[in-house]
């Protein structure tokens, strides 16, 4: 498989690593959106975060407890976590992965 992420999870391709743990990855996301921008992914391999839903709930449930706990550790008071499913709401790595950002005041409503 050629999947950008399971290359990360492997380490054949260098990341800024956050957390990492049995189950779970999270690194810095190279593009940020905001001044903290953290990309947390299951080290399965799972095309994204409904599939990660159906086959395994206890996995989905781990990655948003390391989601919230890379935001504790980071001191962050509030962030947003995002989850793009399907190319046309953005997805662009056919891995699962959850967005953590924060820093910055997001605007509510987006756009």
């Known amino acids: 498989m050629d999947c950008l992420f399971c290359k990360i999870v492997d380490g054949s391709i260098p990341v800024s690593i956050v957390k990492q743990t049995e189950k779970v990855t999270a690194f810095n996301d190279i593009s940020p959106q905001a001044p903290t921008h953290v990309l947390i992914i299951p080290n399965q391999h799972f095309e994204n975060m409904g599939r990660v839903a159906e086959a395994d709930p206890e996995l989905a449930g781990e990655i948003l407890k390391v989601t ?44």
């Open 68 to 111: 919230s706990a890379i935001a504790k550790d980071l001191g962050l008071e509030s962030w947003r976590i995002n989850a793009n499913t399907g190319a046309s709401a953005g997805q662009s790595v056919f891995h699962a992965h959850i967005h953590l950002m924060g820093g910055r005041t997001f605007a509510w409503p987006p756009g």
